[in-house]
């Protein structure tokens, strides 16, 4: 496997028989969960890598649309939806996940035509989109009610 092929591939995760997309959030949500504890700079900095290695990795395996087996696209918008979160608590994570899943698989508005545009961008996109607006949402949520994800 080539270092472009590992990085799109989330690693491996994206090789899962079942459900890949769903796996490597999955994987992305514990991982993002470790970097919350370790610094409070470490998710987004993970975040914007995922997004633009994820760029660089697509484009460097030759992909052109969204095989299953491609999930950095997953990873980085996971972890984008874990940004409004204080810390990794249980029904944060569970919430952050549950939103971001929902709104990669219905692709609603903006992230139904970004996941209709070709190549690296448009893999990479829509999950972009998906979890900036699962970031927005829970965001509004603690805002309105503070500690409700504690």
Known sequence: MTFARMIASGFGTGYAPKASGTVGSFAALLLGAALMLASPLALPAAALLASLGGLWAIRAAGVRDDPSWVVIDEFA???IALLPLAHPSPLGLLAAF??????????????GWADRQHGPV?????????GAIAAGILWAACSRWPGLLD
């Open 77 to 79: 918008g996971q972890w």
């Open 122 to 130: 448009g893999v990479m996109l829509d999950d972009i989109i998906a």
């Open 98 to 111: 549950l939103l971001f899943r929902l709104l990669d698989i219905a692709k609603p508005g903006p992230i």
